[in-house]
């Protein structure tokens, strides 16, 4: 509970100015006296606000501002900015008070904040998230404003998530969502490493609070076994780099809580191996014009000690990523048998690492060549004002790939470089060189060799397109494409395509009624469409133009309804279902058990709504859940951590429901276990006996594969509660031989073998 005492808030409002001050260095006079003149009047006009803590809101702005100083490396404007940038939007002052103050430059970026604040909106209502139309809105200002608005508001989010606690849970999951699936990456694409991971990090904390306090109690149980490790790791090196006179600094690293996370998630690992990564930076003080070749030097003083893995060996100083990162990485074994990660690089790369953007401004020299991130921003606006017309949902899915990716680069017949989004395609690569090429594309030689044109192409590939003059762009190539420019291509194209075809096809249409002497016209054309149940009319031109409709239907629909008309109208229905994917009865044995849980228990005011538990991360009782409004009658349950939750919920805020579970006894759900286990005589039998003898569950199937000495099984079984499962992987992991026992929280993980 926050207890107010004005004396001591006073003090504590000074205090935490002063730190700012004595962070920041000021460099003038007169930057000074702007300063606290900003500071000044932040404080009186946020005087008689509170956050949702109880502390003086006045703490926030200080905090960004601080926080834009200290961890992003911004200066004295960004600072103005930071400490007025909520005033516009709470108090009475308008823009123009602080134009007057302060210039039209803090003004302008105050003015892009605000903006965004009010579409985002997400601190201190409980409305509005980040839709995808939003999203477009944001990403414009963002783009078309000075980028010091972007790293304000980078450096108001971090805040905002710090402080997360005191909102309730709605909120938390609601701006955590956002954070995940928008600022974090945008921090990383912008090079703050330091921000993306805590951003991420506190993403976990507040999602899946149980997994991120187990992850940290470890980390803290091993922090001295950790730090004994690496010192008598690093004693070495140390000696011999001072031998040679390097001038340096070596830091043993630990893992974020998220990546770590991740790992666990992803990769089939167990706890152990996972902290046991050791990873260790060594930072060296050399001038720019040595700095590659001594980041080499260190690199053979290491593998003097220690016996490199010359597959883990990484050269981002030689090819830096798309964010400006920089730094040579190799993986070593220790004298003890563990594997260690060692990071090396200069000063100058571990700022543009750490604090990105502001960092790589700072070292930038004239003739750089343009850096990734410039590189970065150049594309982002393309795709925003290439895609004026698209659909916001696909923007917002075009951008938040730009913002993930890294990438390759590929080389034409002629040697000339491209660069191109990993993941790219034989097909976005022609797409690349020129529309012409895309659409006329068949296949493509990759280093001399035939591919087809969704061949998912390798960093030093080199690629000619192979090209026919009948080819015509397809609806499908939109799926084996990723790069932008080529999806808005092939839309053009099939837009330009679909016009020839629809007047081919009235064309077509035209032949049968004059050659079976029927008047055209609007009121034969609306005969057809409601014999057929076509509404649009340029529906039947196009069927009449890939041959889906003949002459013979048209006619057949033109006369008077008898029996016959009756009959094509009832049947139609039925042949759809013949179309419908197999597996029919899987799929109904699941809807069964997801569509009647009775065991779910939502919010007061929903009850009246039909809840489906979701497919894609088969919650459990126990498990922590959401609501989503899928559509009006509808409410999916998810897992707070599940992905495509996550993603909807970033999307479509206001369609969240909280949602716990009713204890309930007699109702089971599908829960999806990976055992991975040695072989052994009698495992399966043994695994099965713990099953369904010992924990008395029923199993709904069982997937086996062995690969060498490993074998691995996927077990579905059913169960009534979260601690059922926890219990069973407990049961499981006793069977002698047993190594891993996972719970499968993805559906598509359901076969993890076949990915290998
Ligand atoms: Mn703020």
């Known amino acids: 509970m926050y207890i107010i005492d004005p004396e001591k808030e006073k003090k504590e409002i000074l205090n935490r ?106 601190q201190d209502t409980d409305s509005g998230s980040l839709q995808a139309e939003t999203f477009r809105k944001i990403l414009q200002i963002f783009l078309s404003e000075d980028i010091r608005v972007i790293l304000i508001k980078l450096a108001d989010r971090l805040h905002n998530m710090r402080t997360l606690e005191f909102l309730n849970r709605g909120t938390q999951l609601k701006i955590s969502s956002e954070t995940h699936i928008f600022f974090a990456p945008l921090a990383n694409r912008l090079g703050l490493y330091l921000v993306k991971t805590e951003l991420e990090d506190l993403v976990l904390k507040f999602t899946e609070p149980e997994a991120y306090a187990t992850i940290d109690q470890k980390l803290k149980d091993s922090e001295l076994e950790r730090a004994r490790f690496i010192n008598s ?81 990484r050269d981002w100083i030689s090819n830096p990523k798309a964010n400006g990162y920089e730094s040579l990485h190799t993986t070593v074994m220790s004298h003890e048998g563990r594997w260690v990660e060692v990071q090396i690089r200069s000063k100058r790369m571990d700022d543009i690492a750490e604090k990105g953007y502001a960092a790589h401004w700072k070292y930038k020299q004239q003739g750089d060549s343009e850096s990734g991130i410039d590189e970065w921003l150049r594309q982002a606006k393309e795709i925003i004002e290439g895609n004026t017309e698209s659909d916001a949902l696909e923007l917002v899915d075009e951008f938040t790939r730009s913002l993930f990716g890294e990438e390759i680069y590929v080389v034409t017949p002629k040697g000339d470089e491209v660069k191109l989004p990993a993941g790219s395609t034989t097909l976005d690569f022609a797409f690349f060189i020129h529309s012409q090429i895309g659409t006329k594309a068949i296949g493509a030689k990759v280093n001399y060799k035939l591919v087809p044109l969704e061949y998912k192409l390798n960093n030093g590939d080199q690629i000619e397109i192979i090209t026919s003059s009948r080819q015509k762009p397809k609806e499908e190539w939109l799926s084996i494409v990723t790069t932008a420019k080529a999806r808005s291509r092939i839309k053009e194209a099939l837009r330009e395509e679909r016009k020839l075809a629809i007047i081919r096809g009235k064309k077509k249409l035209d032949e049968i009624l004059s050659t079976n002497e029927i008047k ?184 086996i594969e062995t690969a060498g000495q490993i074998s691995r099984g996927i077990f579905m079984v059913y169960v009534q509660h979260t601690k059922t499962i926890s219990d069973l992987i407990e049961g499981l992991k006793k069977v002698p031989g047993v190594m891993i026992v996972k719970r499968i929280n993805k559906l598509e993980e359901k076969n993890p073998m076949a990915s290998e």
């Open 17 to 122: 100015y002063r730190y700012l001050l004595s962070a920041w260095k000021a460099k003038s006079e007169k930057d000074r006296r702007l300063v606290r003149k900003a500071f000044t009047f932040a404080v009186e006009a946020h005087k008689d606000m509170r956050r949702k803590s109880g502390e003086p809101y006045i703490y926030h702005p200080i905090e960004v501002a601080r926080i834009c100083i200290e961890e992003i490396g911004l200066g004295t404007t960004s600072i103005l900015a930071a400490l007025m940038h909520d005033v516009v939007e709470d108090t009475e002052y308008t823009l123009a008070d602080i134009e007057g103050m302060f210039g039209p430059v803090v003004a302008r970026i105050i003015d892009g904040l605000t903006k965004v604040r009010t579409f985002v909106h997400a």
């Open 233 to 313: 790791f690093i004693l070495p090196l140390k000696r011999s780099m001072a031998e040679q006179g390097f001038q340096f600094r070596i830091t043993g690293r630990i893992k974020s809580h998220h990546s770590i996370w991740e790992k666990l998630q992803k990769k089939d690992v167990s706890l152990e191996e996972v902290y046991d990564l050791f990873a260790v930076r060594i930072i060296i003080d050399t001038p720019r014009e040595k700095e590659k070749l001594d980041c080499w030097r260190v690199y053979s003083i290491i593998s003097d000690f220690y016996k490199p893995n010359r597959e883990r060996l």
């Open 520 to 703: 055209p016209g609007s009121e034969t054309l609306k005969t057809i469409q409601t014999a057929l149940q076509i509404k649009d009319p340029n529906e039947i031109y196009l069927r009449l133009e890939n041959g889906s409709l003949g002459s013979d239907e048209i006619l057949h629909s033109l006369r008077p309804p008898g029996r016959e008309g009756i009959f094509n109208l009832f049947l139609r229905p039925f042949f759809r279902l013949i179309g419908s994917p197999g597996d029919a009865s899987e799929e109904e044995i699941l809807s069964t058990i997801h569509e009647n849980p009775g065991s779910l228990l939502l919010s007061e005011d929903v009850k009246e709504f039909k809840t489906v538990v979701a497919v894609c991360c088969q919650p459990v009782p126990g498990d922590d859940v959401i609501g989503l409004r899928i559509n009006p009658e509808e409410i999916e349950i998810h897992r707070t951590i599940c992905p495509h939750a996550l993603q909807f919920m970033s999307k479509h805020g206001d369609k969240i429901v909280k949602s716990k579970w009713k204890p309930q006894e007699d109702v089971s759900f599908l829960c999806g276990l990976m055992v991975r286990t040695g072989e052994r005589k009698g495992m399966i039998k043994d695994l099965l006996d713990v099953i369904s003898v010992q924990f008395n569950l029923n199993i709904r199937s069982l997937h």
